[in-house]
Every structure is written in structure tokens, then in C-alpha cells.
């Protein structure tokens, strides 16, 4: 694989409930291979409309902070994705419908043996359309990025459990 450039493998960044490797494999994608990743520069918020009332699906934001100086980062997982995977993954994030589409994201592994390898791979961030302030994820969507937890760094998970105390009881397994 060529660094910074895409292949006939599509490099994917989940920082969302595809970092639950199952998650990905009930939308039909597959896999060669998984590294965790860091993403200067943007933050993780919970903006992106849920069927389910006032619920947030995680989104990425550009930080509106200095993030060299700040750290601001969104870690989650870079995907060697199998053939095909990506169109799976677009009927999910209904992306034909306008809900979502793709940003195409530098991120940086920060584990094994492509650490400090930048790479350039597909993020999914929801159209503004879809988007809404103030929303909060529900426990069952909030489980799935802490699936993670015990690869992320400590400080970005304790960031993903404050949101425990104030998620939503409703279960959003549609999504």
C-alpha cells in the first residue's frame, strides 16, 4: 500500500460505532486489517440526527480551537477495507438519501507497525441538514464506541464516558 494515496483497498477512519469491529461486519464491511488513528484538528460531538427523539450519532466538527496548541483530535480506527465494503457501508450511512457523505480525512496511526504513517482515508459527517445542536447519544450507541475503550487513550475515553451520566435510555439498534 502507498501511503497517502488510495488503492483498490479503500482506506476507511471509524470514529463512530464502527470502531465496534461487529458493528462493521452487520453492515457487510470487511477487513484486512485495523490500526487506531488519531484526527488532528476535529472534534467528536454528537449532532448527527437519530430516528430516535433528541438523539445524536456521533459527527466530526473542525475544531474551532488552535489544535496544535490544544490537542484538539478524534481517535477512532483506520480500515483497510475489503472490496465492496464502502458501497455497504454508504447504503447504511444512507448516503444516496443525502443523510451523510464522505470527507476524506490525514490521519495518523498511532499503533503497531504503521505508527507515524499518515495515511489518507474516507470519514462519513453528516450533511447539515441532518445535523442539530444540543443532542445527546443513547446508552446502546454510546456502548459501541466504548467498545474501544481499551485501545484509545485513557483521557479520550474518560471524554466518551462523560457522556454516560446524560445519555439517553432508548435503544437505537436501527442504526
Given at each position: 500500500?502507498?501511503?497517502?494515496?488510495?488503492?483498490?483497498?479503500?482506506?476507511?477512519?471509524?470514529?463512530?460505532?464502527?470502531?465496534?469491529?461487529?458493528?462493521?461486519?452487520?453492515?457487510?464491511?470487511?477487513?484486512?486489517?485495523?490500526?487506531?488513528?488519531?484526527?488532528?484538528?476535529?472534534?467528536?460531538?454528537?449532532?448527527?440526527?437519530?430516528?430516535?427523539?433528541?438523539?445524536?450519532?456521533?459527527?466530526?466538527?473542525?475544531?474551532?480551537?488552535?489544535?496544535?496548541?490544544?490537542?484538539?483530535?478524534?481517535?477512532?480506527?483506520?480500515?483497510?477495507l475489503e472490496p465492496?465494503?464502502?458501497?455497504?457501508?454508504?447504503?447504511?450511512?444512507?448516503?444516496d438519501q443525502g443523510?451523510?457523505?464522505?470527507?476524506?480525512?490525514?490521519?495518523?496511526?498511532?499503533?503497531?507497525?504503521?505508527?507515524?504513517?499518515?495515511?489518507?482515508?474516507?470519514?462519513?459527517?453528516?450533511t447539515p441538514e441532518?445535523?442539530?445542536?444540543?443532542?445527546?447519544?443513547?446508552?446502546?450507541?454510546?456502548?459501541?464506541?466504548?467498545?474501544?475503550?481499551?485501545?484509545?487513550?485513557?483521557?479520550?475515553?474518560?471524554?466518551?464516558?462523560?457522556?454516560?451520566?446524560?445519555?439517553?435510555?432508548?435503544?437505537?439498534?436501527?442504526?
Open positions: 500500500l502507498n501511503r497517502m494515496s488510495m488503492s483498490s483497498i479503500e482506506q476507511y477512519f471509524a470514529y463512530g460505532s464502527y470502531m465496534n469491529p461487529e458493528r462493521l461486519r452487520e453492515r457487510g464491511a470487511g477487513f484486512s486489517s485495523r490500526h487506531l488513528a488519531r484526527l488532528q484538528g476535529y472534534e467528536l460531538r454528537f449532532s448527527k440526527r437519530s430516528p430516535v427523539a433528541d438523539a445524536g450519532f456521533a459527527n466530526l466538527h473542525p475544531s474551532n480551537k488552535d489544535a496544535a496548541a490544544t490537542g484538539a483530535a478524534v481517535y477512532g480506527f483506520l480500515h483497510f465492496g465494503s464502502m458501497e455497504s457501508l454508504d447504503k447504511s450511512e444512507r448516503v443523510h451523510a457523505s464522505h470527507l476524506l480525512v490525514k490521519v495518523t496511526v498511532i499503533d503497531g507497525e504503521l505508527a507515524g504513517n499518515d495515511y489518507e482515508a474516507h470519514a462519513y459527517v453528516a441532518y445535523t442539530a445542536d444540543g443532542l445527546k447519544p443513547t446508552q446502546d450507541y454510546l456502548g459501541h464506541l466504548l467498545e474501544a475503550s481499551s485501545y484509545l487513550p485513557r483521557d479520550y475515553v474518560d471524554f466518551l464516558r462523560s457522556f454516560k451520566g446524560t445519555a439517553l435510555e432508548q435503544q437505537s439498534s436501527q442504526f
